[in-house]
């Protein structure tokens, strides 16, 4: 995957323009739109050097660091769970034949979290919602995994696959330029 990444990296810088101003594909009518849009929003089109300003005035903003606390808490599963699951799988009393299998569903699994999401996310109108309840089913589906007596395989498994819900949270912190969870705090 990494000389894919590369080459798709350099793609980009190659093909992606640095402002509406250079972007090839938009008609001169079409860029006066675009940088008429930038100037009303107040961004700019480019940034020169760091301000330190603005640098200083993130490093006091507490939302910054619960952003980063969020990110870190949905990352932390992932290592383990996602590198040790066929064995979490077979632990749980199963055939190396049917932890094969079994595997398959986390992707399911992770599909109908993010319809979830999705469905909840436009009904309330926030993301940091979907994101708490799906990381709240994550939890739950954990507990599951070690709660469970371990004759009963096939709820400890179920609890393992909503473990996979965790990236619905992880990915709705991502959109926008601040934490989706902490910016609904603001509401």
């Not at 001169?28 to 929003?41: F, G, K, P, T, V």
């Not at 660091?65 to 064995?87: E, Q, R």
């Not at 994101?131 to 709660?147: D, P, T």
Request: positive net charge; proline residues 5%.
């Amino acid at each position: 995957m990494g000389p894919i990444t590369v080459v798709w990296g350099l793609f980009i810088a190659w093909h992606l323009p640095s402002s509406p101003a250079t972007a090839r594909w938009l008609t001169d009518e079409q860029r006066l739109m675009a940088i008429e849009r930038i100037r009303a929003n107040k961004t700019g089109t480019a940034a020169q050097g760091i301000k330190w300003n603005q640098f200083w005035e993130a490093g006091r903003d507490p939302r910054l660091y619960l952003c980063a606390l969020a990110v870190f808490s949905a990352s932390v599963p992932n290592g383990g769970i996602s590198s040790f699951g066929a064995t979490l799988v077979e632990g749980f009393g199963f055939t190396t034949k049917q932890t094969t299998l079994l595997g398959m569903s986390t992707g399911g699994g992770e599909t109908v979290a993010m319809f979830i999401g999705v469905v909840l996310s436009r009904w309330t109108k926030m993301r940091g919602v979907p994101a708490s309840i799906c990381i709240a089913i994550s939890v739950c589906g954990a507990a599951m995994m070690v709660g469970i007596p371990l004759v009963e395989r096939n709820a400890r498994y179920a609890g393992y696959v909503l473990v996979f819900f965790y990236p619905v949270g992880q990915v709705s912190t991502l959109p926008g330029s601040c934490c989706a969870i902490c910016s609904s705090i603001d509401r």
